[in-house]
């Protein structure tokens, strides 16, 4: 994945003129990949559990209809409290509707595709029937910090001290590993490849801060920093990440993944984890609403249309397979930003929106099909 990113990166780099690794395209890819990113990763539960999402474009754009009514017409703007209210109701109402799709897939047994078809045309409906089709705008400006734009960035000094954090995360965490593979007998990798991959996250690290501070707020020499909805995105992923590697929920997925019928004997109450898989992936569909609406500083009922399937490919080219079983958070991201840069790169070049989409596509279907030869290599 990460040679397949460097490629497209070095590709669009020589077919822009140098244009697409300056720092402010790299800035605005990595704003463009949060929505998405935030999603991917409970698509990975979804689709390691065995099910699809199909809702998961339609309900974003409901739930950002929902808070941008609520800020301009329910509540009074200016107010300290607007913004901070209005994304609470709005993740309270995607862990609502999650929970109701969640319910009636797992307790009903009605096929997640189905009711999640339904979901995509009830809720695309329901963003239009709201303000009649109206778009809703402007938003409470410090509810449109969250979108990033000219104040939505932490500046140099905290992007440093964000990358001094996940430095030491990167070293305690390949050396916390290291110690437990040998307390349990596993093999460990020679100290001078440990070493070479500590060396290569530290230097990850200190490029992308390096790079998003290298990008200047307007008419200024101010370093922007780290996008805010860049740090809600890493936010997400590490908390989605621990969640399935240290707790039993986690396991339970991947063992639903694996042999569903097996982890119902073993024990593991398959209805419940299925129901609040469905309800983390509303609450996700909440968050990227309101990162949606807050970079647009609008309400439209058109927000969100056929981002389920720049989803969907993110966590299927990231490596999650559509057998069940396996898929990682890392690989949803890395999927994201793949899917975001040839966007943007096809952009840059002056391509026309049905050729973006035809290499979408051919690039979904190439990382299906690498999947489905995996799958029979391991059996």
Known sequence: MIGALLAIWIGFNFLTGGVFLTARNLWNLAVQSSVVGVMATGMVLVIVAR???????????FIAMIMAVLQVQIFP?????????TVLIGLLLGALLGAYQGFVISYLQVPAFIVTLGGLLIFRGGAWLVTSGRTVAPLD????????GINGSIGAFWSWVVGLIAILFVIVSAISSRLRRRRYGFPVKALWAEFLLIAAGIAAVVAFIMVMNAYAKPRTTIPRGIPIPVLIMIGVAVMMAAMVRLTKFGRYIYAMGGNPEAARLAGINTRRVTFFIFVIMGVLCAVAGTIQSARLNAGANSTGTLAELSVIAAAVIGGTSLFGGTGTITGAILGTVLIASLTNGMVLIGWTSAIQQVIQGLVLIVAVWLDIMYQRRRR
């Open 77 to 85: 703007l200016g107010t300290s409290w607007n913004w901070a209210l």
């Open 141 to 148: 400006p410090n509810f449109q910090v969250l979108g990033g």
């Open 51 to 61: 099910h699809i999402d199909l809702s998961v474009g339609s309900l974003l754009g």
